[in-house]
């Protein structure tokens, strides 16, 4: 029985850790760590565009969005047809101000990013 009790008294701080874990996924820096080099072929392709606002997407969005733009929080995270589905301002204004699921971005990136993004997925159709 003193096994069990040892146990069951960090269960909290094991949960703790896990969820903290799970918080931290979305809106972080880029990972590249757990990419194959065929990964890394698929991404490069997905993210054509600007060095400049590829970076800012690496930095700002993939942890979300996906490599290749696929969604990684469900389909309303898929990016690859954005801008067939909104135009520029709508997608600059859920960047600033977050949508559902997304948080907002607005308090991190700055305006000026956020057009080059808007602008660069109003392209994705």
């Not at 094991?14 to 990964?39: P, T, V």
């Not at 606002?53 to 469900?74: A, D, F, P, R, W």
């Not at 990016?79 to 699921?101: C, V």
Request: proline share 4%; with cysteine.
């Amino acid at each position: 029985m003193p096994k069990r009790r040892m146990y069951t008294r960090f269960m909290p701080i094991i949960a703790g850790i896990a969820l903290l874990g799970l918080l931290a996924g979305c809106g972080g820096g880029a990972s590249g760590g757990n990419e194959s080099s065929s990964g890394n072929a698929k991404e490069s392709a997905a993210l054509e565009g600007p060095e400049e606002v590829v970076t800012l997407y690496k930095n700002n969005c993939m942890q979300c969005h996906g490599t290749e733009m696929q969604g990684m929080m469900g389909p309303e995270s898929n990016l690859q047809k954005i801008g067939s589905k909104l135009t520029k301002d709508e997608i600059a204004n859920t960047i600033e101000n977050g949508g559902k699921l997304m948080p907002a971005q607005g308090g991190r990136l700055e305006k000026e990013e956020i057009d080059k993004i808007a602008d660069w997925l109003t392209s994705k159709k």
